[in-house]
């Protein structure tokens, strides 16, 4: 069998080095149109910084090695030109002429290419890049030849916050400009204003709601959209991706959502003898069940491995993704999986949201940092529609067991019971996602009943009242607007203060004296609803709206 990939790194390596040992008798050839056939592209920023010092570092593996422990036949600078189905051959164009190679099986693995719009005077700026491999690391390096002192990042998804954090560590001054409203467009408002804050504090300006209109100077200033100009001696292009499937198209492969690749639940394209992975393939969403673009290295690797399980006869299905992924920018990571509550409405699902609050291990163990969790399920079932979480420290281990109980079919009934390791220095006996499954449980069983951050205004038009049951210190950090104060460990004796006939809004700091509260004026005949997420949420996202003394 004669088996020829076209692209290498995640998943196209993880295919040849799976056949080979699964196949000794294949022949293997991996086709490479740039000169790193398999290199850690996630830890391409962290070398602008000096992070990762070595750039040797980066190159995982070269076509030499491979030779000798796989016995794979690795071509760099040879890129596939044509794909030939009748003839099931490609055309390929190598290092000195073209030529043809025939194939047995073909496997697609080309990845995905940054998009670069079109925007006047972009294509007579010499400073602007992108960010995908070691040949586009190599070019920004040359540039620091120069001592830069100004950075622009366009756009602000992973790669963009990556960036804007490896870029200002390295000491330029960084601006990052994004067309939507927030950072991390793929997380929820609240939960991306985390991180925007961060940004800030360390001295990245963000510039949300904003875009770039044109360059000027050979790309030396930029023009935006609301017609402000920004000196720039560095810009970096991360507005997103965009699946590399003219091959596919040409050869008359059906390609589908937003032209990503299509296949069947064993890798194969409409033609039955190509396959294809990675980034370039639409994938099933495990929790809707739609055809979506799952851009990540781990379901790469994974659809690498399967596709040559496949191909050796090996009985494996692809069976989605749920797009699980972890940024940091400075201080704080934030993680997500699954469906975001903006997808969720869009999708007009049935849905609760709550937050949470805990510790990455034992409060009174030195050293803890707080962690915070928002998880969106199905009110009657309990199904998980997805999690985001915020912290210094342990955000990967949480979003990691909900991925994981997602992809097992767990609901929020089940996720008290999930059994951790426990010892103060790793975690806590009651874990912030024990917190998450007992808070769902409560609004599921009706004992408690929440209002989300962003129907607080409306909520104070139709007249609600807000409860604080924060102490008198904690006042100092901020107040709500037209609040009434009454610290929780005095509330049983103030009751008298309150009116039965008008409706509250119970909130602390972050929500667990509120549920308290809650309880309390609810068996005592009050009209109340627990603010979720409570004050330190509402101030991350809406500080503008407090009141300060």
């Known amino acids: 069998m004669k088996v020829i990939i076209i692209g290498g790194v995640a998943g196209g390596m993880s295919a040849a080095t799976r056949l080979r040992r699964l196949k000794e008798d294949a022949e293997i050839i991996v086709l490479e149109k740039g000169p790193n056939v398999s290199f850690a592209n996630c830890g391409l920023p962290y070398y602008i910084s000096g992070e990762i010092a070595n750039r040797d570092q980066l190159l995982v593996q070269t076509p030499e090695k491979l030779k000798a422990r796989f016995n794979i036949d690795v071509r760099p600078n040879n890129e596939v030109l044509q794909i030939l189905p009748s003839k099931k051959s490609v055309l390929i164009k190598g290092e000195d002429e073209n ?77 990052i400009v994004e067309k939507a409203p927030q950072v991390l467009p793929t997380l929820d408002e609240e939960m991306a204003a985390f991180m925007q804050n961060e940004l800030t504090s360390q001295g990245v300006e963000v510039m949300t709601s904003n875009s770039v209109a044109a360059f000027k100077e050979k790309g030396s200033r930029l023009v935006l959209e609301d017609e402000q100009e920004l000196p720039t001696d560095i810009t970096i292009l991360s507005i997103g991706i965009q699946p590399e499937s003219k091959l596919a198209k040409e050869a008359g492969l059906e390609t589908g959502f937003k032209s990503g690749i299509v296949v069947n639940d064993n890798y194969q394209t409409s033609d039955p003898d190509i396959y294809a992975i990675g980034d370039a393939i639409t994938v099933k969403q495990q929790v809707t069940g739609e055809n979506t673009l799952i851009s990540l290295a781990s379901p790469a690797n994974r659809q690498g491995r399967q596709v040559a399980d496949v191909i050796a006869g090996l009985p494996r299905k692809n069976q989605g993704s749920i797009g699980t992924a972890i940024v940091r920018a400075f201080r704080l990571a934030a993680a997500s999986t699954g469906l975001n509550e903006r997808t969720v409405k869009q999708k007009g699902l049935s849905a609760e949201v709550i937050h949470v609050n805990g510790q990455d291990h034992a409060s009174y163990y030195p050293g803890s940092t707080g962690i915070t969790l928002k998880l969106i399920f199905h009110p009657e079932t309990g199904k998980i529609y997805g999690a985001q979480a915020i912290g210094q420290k342990g955000v990967d281990k949480r979003i990691d067991i909900l991925a994981t109980a997602i992809k097992g079919g767990l609901t929020i009934e ?40 962003y129907e ?41 203060e309150l009116d039965k006939n008008k409706k509250y ?40 709206k407090l009141i300060y003394e």
């Not at 390791?421 to 009651?430: D, E």
């Not at 996602?433 to 004992?447: D, F, P, S």
């Not at 607007?481 to 929780?488: A, D, M, Q, V």
């Not at 308290?516 to 330190?536: H, P, S, T, W, Y």
């Open 456 to 496: 607080l205004e409306d909520a104070f038009a139709k007249g609600k009242i807000l409860l604080d049951v924060r102490s008198d210190a904690e006042l100092i950090s901020g107040q709500f607007k037209n609040s009434t104060h009454i610290p929780l460990n005095e509330l049983r004796n103030r009751l008298f």
């Open 505 to 544: 809004i119970v909130s602390c700091h972050t929500g667990l004296r509120s549920y308290m509260a809650e309880r309390i004026l609810k068996q005592n005949g009050f009209q109340v609803e627990n603010l979720d997420g409570a004050f330190a949420l509402y101030k991350a996202v809406r500080p503008e």
């Open 99 to 175: 030529y043809e190679e025939t194939y047995d099986k073909l496997v697609l693995s080309p990845g995905a290419a940054p998009i670069t719009p079109s925007i006047p005077g972009i294509e007579e700026s010499s400073n602007v890049h992108t960010l995908r491999n070691v040949t586009d690391l190599d070019q920004i390096m040359e540039e620091f030849n120069d001592e830069p002192k100004n950075a622009t990042v366009v756009g602000a998804g992973f790669i963009g916050l990556e960036m804007a954090e490896n870029l200002h560590n390295r000491g330029l001054n960084v601006t």
């Open 414 to 453: 089940d996720l008290p019971e999930l059994e951790f390791t426990y010892s103060p220095p790793f975690g806590s006996a009651k874990d912030p996602v024990h917190i998450a499954g007992y808070t769902a449980l409560n609004i599921m069983e009706g004992l408690s009943h929440n209002i989300q951050w």
